[in-house]
């Protein structure tokens, strides 16, 4: 497998990321929301060097199905989401594809009373994305192939490497 974003590279922007972000919210409480489950490697490295009050909360936010490489319909589940109503959100994924599933989320998280929403991601992709959208904080930007590792996934598959490679023809 090629690799893309080794662990270190990978260690040191999350690094930057966290400071980004405690300056951005400057000192404010803010609610971590991760869209499950690509999120889980990169939100738990990531959340744990923000020096900011945090809450964490999750939701399931899915267009991909098993072996697909094309999304399908977006399905968002928030059942475990606290009240967030007046609260400053951060929602945490792991890639920037077309931008129709951040768009969703954000939207989403608006319509449950959250005062501000902010969108950090691990990778943006370019050339994929299919509606205007800008997150507030990117780790990396990649090139259109197919990646794995740091909690991305192909069929269930490859999130446990510590690193981002690009998936060989054929998984």
Do not use: W
């Amino acid at each position: 497998m090629e690799m893309l974003i080794t662990a270190d590279d990978l260690r040191t922007r999350i690094d930057r990321m966290a400071g980004e972000i405690a300056r951005a919210y400057a000192g404010r409480p803010v609610t971590a929301v991760g869209i499950l489950t690509g999120c889980v490697v990169f939100m738990a490295d990531l959340i744990r060097r923000i020096d900011l009050p945090l809450r964490v909360a999750f939701l399931t936010a899915s267009s991909y199905r098993g072996t697909a490489t094309a999304p399908g319909q977006l399905v968002i589940r928030d059942d475990f989401l606290p009240d967030l109503t007046g609260r400053h959100v951060l929602v945490l994924d792991d890639i920037l594809d077309t931008g129709k599933t951040l768009t969703r989320v954000v939207a989403h998280l608006v319509d449950r009373g959250a005062e501000s929403v902010k969108v950090g991601v691990l990778l943006r992709k370019i050339g994929r994305q299919e509606v205007p959208f800008e997150p507030d904080f990117v780790g990396f930007t990649i090139p259109d192939k197919f990646v794995v590792g740091y909690g991305l996934d192909y069929n269930d598959e490859y999130r446990h490497l510590p690193y981002v490679g690009v998936l060989p023809a054929g998984g």
